[in-house]
């Protein structure tokens, strides 16, 4: 047996007696979460050399004024920018999936609890780590956090950047660079929209609310798509406009590296929801190109000036009915 097997081997058996050990009084034994996602999961090295470090700390300033030229927007970057392995960022988000379940276990009541709490331990876990081995970089609005006064925060996970660039074939400097920019954009249009958290909070706590008293609030959830729609859609808008040169190899490679997993993985995806979050790109980037392309980038900006002018679901689809309207 390899070394590597047996490593794996030993991963493996943490994490399932970290989940079958799962305690506690709540549905989901976070502690429990934390040690099976990191136990099933490599860290990765951050191990950087001084070109790499240089490079990151560029591309994030660089992505900053050139957002800022494209976009017309006043707005700065967190000051927590983390280079981050899997563990990192398994720790980082450990808490914001807890505050977003808090209002489940608060009031979710289940027979059984002990093995539902296993369950739920259990899915939570494989969840984190799935994600932790598959993020690249991510902008984290702290929502739901108590601190309102608490800075935002932008991730970049070395090891999946450096093992994703070497899957793909392509060059890891430009690469990292490209999501950079696309994280940036995201400070962007938080920056721009200052009411943008809030307004996020509000429809996640009056969703997720509803899922603890067993039912759904459907309109909670179509308006939470709709925002996530047009926050992706103009990241991609601003990304074209931004960024160095044409990236369509990058996210041509990305997509048939998608399209090419096995069919466990692909029903994986789908139960985490990044399939709609392909489809929000998508259907963003064709709301705000229609827009540019009619009224030009300062009118696709002003979505951002207040709740009263994000898009209504279907004004995604039909964004010339948008635009009749914010006239």
Known sequence: MSARTQRDRVNLYRSVRAVTGASGNGPIDWAAVAEAAKSATEPGSIELSAEERTGYATDVRDARARVREASGVSFDVPDTVEIQNRHHWIDANITTFKRVMEPIEEHGQTVLPGVSRVVNTGTMSFMLALLGNNVLGQYDPLLLADGKGDDHALYFVHPNIKRIAGKLDVDF???????????????????????????????????????????????????????????????????????????????????????????????????????????????????????????????????????????????????????????
């Open 173 to 327: 400097d430009r690469f990292r660079r490209w999501i950079a920019f696309h994280e940036v954009t995201h400070a962007a249009e938080f920056g721009a929209a200052p009411w943008l958290s809030g307004h996020l909070e509000s429809r996640m706590e009056s969703g997720i609310e509803a899922l603890a008293h067993g039912q759904v609030d459907r309109e909670a959830f179509r308006e939470l798509d709709a925002v996530m729609t047009s926050v992706e859609g103009y990241a991609e808008l601003l990304m074209d406009e931004a960024f160095d040169d044409e990236y369509e190899d990058l996210r041509r490679k990305i997509e048939a590296r998608r399209k090419g997993m096995n069919p466990l993985s692909k029903l994986v995806r789908r139960m985490l929801g990044l399939g709609m979050k392909r489809r929000q790109y998508e259907r963003g980037k064709e709301f705000f190109e229609y827009v540019v392309s009619v009224e030009g980038v300062e009118t696709a900006t002003r979505v951002w000036d207040g709740p009263e002018n994000l898009p209504s679901d279907d004004e995604l689809d039909h964004p010339e009915q948008w635009l009749a309207r914010i006239k």
